[in-house]
């Protein structure tokens, strides 16, 4: 009777997770920082290609965080992959350079 609790208690709660999740959406994207720039008024962009060997699209994210900028630089010259995920509602799903929002959270994976 306990272990049946338990595993109700554990399946109501990965299922409030998971509509959590699903109803902030965002855009996630997974890749290689290929281009790093700030423009006049403030704004840091960076431009990650996909985990391809020939990338057909790119994904492009800003922020104002002159602490991420530094980190996505380093990311870019130590050819690291990094996760973004964008103030976007979600990716958009065609052409070559797509538009992902404001970066909301960073990680940069140190492994192969």
Request: glycine residues 8%; neutral net charge.
């Amino acid at each position: 009777m306990k272990l049946r609790k338990l595993l109700v208690i554990g399946l109501v709660v990965f299922a409030l997770l998971a509509t959590a999740s699903i109803a902030g959406a965002e855009c996630l994207h997974w890749g290689k920082v290929v281009l790093s720039y700030s423009d006049a008024d403030g704004r840091n962009y960076v431009y990650l290609a996909e985990n391809n060997f020939f990338p057909t699209y790119y994904q492009f994210f800003y922020t104002e965080d002159e602490s991420m900028m530094n980190q996505l630089a380093s990311a870019q010259a130590g050819n690291l992959k990094v996760f973004i995920s964008g103030s976007a509602t979600s990716c958009p799903a065609a052409g070559d350079i797509r538009f992902g929002g404001n970066i909301n959270y960073l990680y940069i994976s140190t492994g192969y």
